[in-house]
């Protein structure tokens, strides 16, 4: 039987809780970190960082492209909980049909 609690492979390196906590907090990879994890820290600094200006060129544009194309998002209208089809019983009523 599989153990859920331990190791369940040799091949994989396990990552320290310091290491962790490092790349949820941001900070600097403590020494003695699995180089592994360097490439995920660089990534993710590079996404909690601004856009460079360039990145931005004709963003407005395809905004408004994308909206007219898809339009916006609306609110469905839906009954409320518990009412039933205007004029027909509600299913589970003595005067319902089979049909429910």
Same mark, same amino acid.
């Given at each position: 039987?599989?153990?859920?609690?331990?190791?369940?492979?040799?091949?994989?390196?396990?990552? !320290?809780?310091?290491?962790?906590?490092?790349?949820?907090?941001?900070?600097?990879?403590?020494?003695?970190?699995?180089?592994?994890?360097?490439?995920?820290? !660089?990534?993710?600094?590079?996404?909690?960082?601004?856009?460079?200006?360039? !990145?931005?060129?004709?963003?407005? !544009?395809?905004?408004?492209?994308?909206?007219?194309?898809?339009?916006?998002?609306?609110?469905?209208?839906?009954?409320?909980?518990?009412?039933?089809?205007?004029?027909?019983?509600?299913?589970?009523?003595?005067?319902?049909?089979?049909?429910?």
């Amino acid at each position: 039987m599989p153990s859920f609690f331990g190791p369940g492979r040799r091949d994989v390196p396990t990552i !320290e809780d310091t290491s962790l906590a490092a790349l949820l907090a941001a900070t600097e990879l403590p020494a003695g970190a699995a180089p592994e994890l360097r490439p995920l820290a !660089e990534a993710l600094a590079e996404l909690r960082a601004r856009p460079a200006s360039d !990145e931005l060129v004709g963003e407005a !544009e395809t905004l408004a492209a994308f909206r007219n194309h898809f339009g916006r998002p609306h609110a469905v209208h839906r009954p409320p909980a518990g009412s039933s089809r205007a004029g027909s019983p509600a299913c589970g009523s003595r005067l319902s049909s089979s049909r429910c």
